[in-house]
């Protein structure tokens, strides 16, 4: 019964050896560098977090829209709004719009991109 065992850890070193070999060929697709940016979203990460905010501020979240304007390097994210939003957006002096403006400036530039945000109607 103790050479059946043995047999045993050795089918189980193999299969070890195996799958260390496949996640070797695993790093290999790691040394692929992506060159493509025809298919990147500049500021994505400002437009996501936009969007993620202004849709917890609204009483009506399906009625916010984004709309994205790409101008050399800088992002202009306007969002529109359910008319009865607005003033929630906007918020005393402005001061809600600002805090928000201020988010989406700093994940602006995490992505490198200069962001701005506007609410129109």
Not at 12 to 33: I, M, R, S
Not at 57 to 83: Q, T
């Amino acid at each position: 019964m103790t050479h059946e065992f043995d047999d045993d850890v050795d089918d189980v070193n193999v299969n070890v050896a195996d799958d260390a070999d496949d996640a070797d060929d695993a790093d290999d697709d790691d040394d692929y560098e992506d060159d493509d940016d025809a298919n990147r979203i500049v500021g994505a990460r400002a437009l996501a977090v936009a969007e993620h905010v202004t849709r917890h501020l609204a009483d009506d979240p399906d009625a916010i829209e984004i709309e994205v304007e790409e101008r050399r390097g800088e992002v202009e994210l306007f969002v529109h709004a359910n008319p009865d939003d607005m003033g929630r957006l906007i918020g005393r002096r402005g001061r809600v719009i600002q805090a928000v403006r201020q988010l989406v400036r700093a994940a602006g530039s995490a992505d490198g991109v200069k962001a701005n945000v506007d609410v129109v109607e």
